[in-house]
Structures are given as C-alpha cells and as structure tokens.
C-alpha cells in the first residue's frame, strides 16, 4: 500500500509521550541510554518551540515500569497527563483519548517505550480511527533491531509514517525564514556537529 504524503502541520499535530518510564527505559537496546536520552528530550523540546499540544501517558507506573522520566515531567508541568492504571495500549484508556481528541487535531506525533507495543498498538487504532500518525523512530525504543524493524513495518503497513526528530522539527519549520535562529539554537542543543556548523556560520558572518 503506497501512504500519500500528508506533510506535518504545526496548527493540526500533537504531540504523544508514551510511556517514558524511568523502568522501563532500561529495556530499551537499539539506541545507547545518552543517544535515546538525547533524542526524546530533543522531540520534547520540538513540541515546546512549536507550541505543539503534548499530552504525556505512563502505564502502572507503581509497578515496575516506574514513574515519568523526572525531565519530561519538568518540562510539561501544566501538559494533560495520565497514569493509566494497568491497560497495555494507551488507547484503551478513555481519559488518554478523549485528552487527544479534545485537541481538535487530526495529526499524531507518537514517541515511546516500548516501540513494538506501547507506540505500535496506539499507533495502529489511532489509524484505524482516522488520525494521520507520525511515528518518532529515535525518540521511540525497544529490545533489539530485530523488533524494532518488525513494529515498523506493522505501523508502516496500516499507514503510519515514520520520521525522526529532526525531520519533525524541520518539516514543521517549513522555511528557515520562521525564526531560523530559535530552531538552530534548539538543533545545536541536541546535535553537536550542529553546533559545530552555526559555530561556523557565527565566525564567517562576524566578519
């Protein structure tokens, strides 16, 4: 099935935290900790400087998936939040999705732990509902390669498509013109041969 392509949209996306539990982020292999670290907080700081609805989810967190990763939770004070008390897919609690649907917006940007199943099953009946769902591949991790490549391909297969951060942050810039120097800030923050570039670029236009 070839998925049209529908271009993110700042005015009609928000944004899915799911499941980044201080526990559960332990099973995550297919990116080092720093890198996984890095990319969630990178996607979290895109849905912040795009003014993007963020709507953050754990699941029994009094278990051992454990609580909320402590930075998201200081960056997203006031977001919508909810501890689901045991249901799996994030989709089956009913405070989670009307939390979505209140937002008025129709396109999903979906990052989680873990990527075959707590981003996957959401992902799937999101579809199955009429959402257009972007699929946050490095802010989103599991057990292996193996299983990372299999959840994408189940996603891809009924319609998802998958992004990562940086080109979420970029296909909502649109234009460099819309405050280039905010979004580079942000990029020089997460990567550093970023920095390195507007290093450059800081040094040839001082001159």
């Given at each position: 099935m070839t998925v049209?392509?529908?271009?993110?949209?700042?005015?009609?996306?928000?944004?899915?935290?799911?499941?980044?539990?201080?526990?559960?982020?332990?099973?995550?292999?297919?990116?080092?900790?720093?890198?996984?670290?890095?990319?969630?907080?990178?996607?979290?700081?895109?849905?912040?400087?795009?003014?993007?609805?963020?709507?953050?989810?754990?699941?029994?967190?009094?278990g051992p998936n454990g609580p909320r990763v402590p930075e998201l939770k200081a960056m997203f004070p006031d977001a919508p939040y909810v501890a689901r008390?045991?249901?799996?897919?994030?989709?089956?609690?009913?405070?989670?999705?009307?939390?979505?649907?209140?937002?008025?917006?129709?396109?999903?940007?979906?990052?989680?732990?873990?990527?075959?199943?707590c981003v996957a099953f959401p992902t799937l009946c999101a579809l199955e509902e009429g959402f257009d769902v972007f699929v946050v591949t490095d802010a989103s991790g599991t057990f292996n390669d193996v299983v990372q490549k299999a959840a994408w391909a189940r996603m891809t297969a009924a319609g998802a498509q998958l992004m990562n951060w940086f080109s979420v942050a970029c296909e909502l810039?649109?234009?460099?013109?819309?405050?280039?120097?905010?979004?580079?800030?942000?990029?020089?923050?997460r990567i550093p041969n970023y920095r390195n570039l507007m290093n450059s670029y800081s040094a040839f236009t001082a001159k």
């Open positions: 049209p392509y529908k271009r993110l949209n700042k005015d009609d996306a928000v944004v899915l935290l799911v499941d980044h539990q201080t526990g559960l982020i332990s099973l995550v292999q297919d990116f080092t900790p720093n890198e996984f670290k890095n990319n969630v907080l990178a996607l979290a700081d895109c849905a912040k400087f795009f003014k993007l609805p963020t709507i953050l989810t754990t699941s029994f967190e009094t008390p045991g249901q799996i897919n994030a989709w089956d609690n009913e405070d989670f999705v009307k939390a979505i649907k209140a937002t008025g917006r129709k396109q999903i940007i979906i990052a989680g732990v873990v990527t075959d199943v810039q649109g234009d460099w013109r819309n405050d280039m120097e905010g979004l580079a800030n942000l990029l020089s923050q």
